[in-house]
Each structure stands twice: as structure tokens, then as C-alpha cells.
């Protein structure tokens, strides 16, 4: 990939975004060190837009810088998983409070939508765990846009991140995706009675029984 192939946008944010999915894809693993010249060289720019990118995921908590040493893609401890799925819990627990109390009709048949989408994308016999991932974050990401908080968007958005360093192991655990889309089946139903309550209920049971699969 050469620099003339990169969007109009700031080299280092395009070259961040380029890291950060590599990241995700497994293509970096954890723990492994970032070989700075090589990436320059393969993506045909200077060390000092790379730099710059790294620093961007360094802020994320998706690259460690360590001193004389060099950039390396973030281990998560178990220490960060609790504490990442902890925050989150509370933060999208209580975003479910606010769209059964406050969203649209048409709001809530947007993530009925969605939730069809996750309901075909576990259909036994032909299970689709990349898209099973991919909607389910469509879903949590919808919900959070309808109960519109900007900063709470912006905290669980970096929270995610940190946490998309681990999901893919916890969905790959034998009966997860099935019992993770009861738990939407649930939230599902508490959004559409419109019972605030049992919607913040049902989202933090989700996160505890994500932490529990993840750990």
C-alpha cells in the first residue's frame, strides 16, 4: 500500500484507522511488538506520520509505548476486562433506562430490526459469528445514538475499542452466542414494554454474563 492510496484526510488518522483494524483482525496480536520501519515502509510514508498514529492508538489503550523499547499492541489482564465490562454495564445499562422511557416508535423498531438481524445470524446449522459480531455492535451503537449523551458515547466508544482486543475469544466459547442473544431477546423486550427498570436490568446482566464468557 503506498501513500497516494490513502484518503484526503490527515496521513495519521487514515494511517491510525489502518492499525487499529489490523489490530481487531488479529493481524497485530497482542503483545507482539510494532515493527515501525516496516510498517512505514509498506505503507510508503515517513516514520513520523506512523508515530503519530501510534500515539493516536496509545490514547485508545490499543498500543503500549514502552521507553527504549518501541510501541506493542496491548495485552488486556483480567484486571482491564473487569473493569472494561464493568464501566460499560453501567454506562449502556443505563442508556437502555433512557431509549424504554424516551425512544420513538419508529426508534424502537430500528433495533427491532437489528435484533432480527443477530436472530438470523445465529440461526443453528449455519451460525455466522463475524456478522453475529458485527450486528451485535450495530445494535449496542444504535441504542446509545438514540438515548443521545455525546460524552457517554464518546467513553463507551474508547471503552469499546479496548474490549474488541478480547471479544472475539469470548464469542468463540461453546454456547455464548446463543446465550448472548437471549440476553437481547430480553433487553429486547423490556425496550419494547417501555419498562425502564427491567431494560437497565436486562443490559447489566448482559455485560456481567460478557465479562464471565470473556475472562
Known amino acids: 500500500m503506498v501513500a497516494a492510496s490513502l484518503s484526503p484526510r490527515a496521513l495519521y488518522e487514515e494511517v491510525a484507522e489502518l492499525l487499529r483494524q489490523r489490530i481487531f483482525n488479529r493481524e497485530l496480536e497482542p503483545g507482539s511488538w510494532i515493527d515501525e520501519l516496516k510498517l512505514a515502509e509498506q505503507y510508503g510514508i515517513s516514520r513520523t506520520p506512523l508515530r503519530e498514529a501510534l500515539k493516536v492508538l496509545a490514547t485508545e489503550g490499543l498500543v503500549t509505548m514502552k521507553v527504549r523499547r518501541g510501541a506493542y499492541v496491548t495485552e488486556v489482564s483480567e484486571r482491564d476486562l473487569t473493569d472494561v465490562y464493568h464501566l460499560l454495564g453501567l454506562l449502556e445499562s443505563d442508556a437502555a433506562g433512557v431509549v424504554a422511557t424516551e425512544a420513538t416508535d419508529a426508534q ?36 446509545l445514538a438514540v438515548a443521545n449523551n455525546r460524552w457517554r458515547d464518546q467513553m463507551v466508544a474508547d471503552l469499546r475499542k479496548v474490549m474488541k482486543l478480547n471479544r472475539h475469544n469470548s464469542l468463540l ?13 430480553a433487553i429486547m423486550a423490556a425496550l419494547l414494554a417501555r419498562d425502564s427498570a427491567a431494560a437497565v436490568q436486562r443490559m447489566h446482566e448482559h455485560f456481567k454474563n460478557g465479562l464471565e464468557a470473556a475472562a
Not at 132 to 137: D, T, W, Y
Not at 173 to 185: F, Y
Open 173 to 185: 466459547k461453546s454456547g455464548r452466542i446463543e446465550e448472548s442473544l437471549r440476553e437481547h431477546r
Open 108 to 143: 424502537l423498531r430500528e433495533l427491532q430490526a437489528l435484533h432480527q438481524e443477530l436472530e438470523a445470524a445465529a440461526v443453528p446449522g449455519s451460525e455466522d459469528r463475524q456478522r453475529f459480531f458485527a450486528v451485535n455492535e450495530r445494535f449496542h451503537m444504535q441504542l
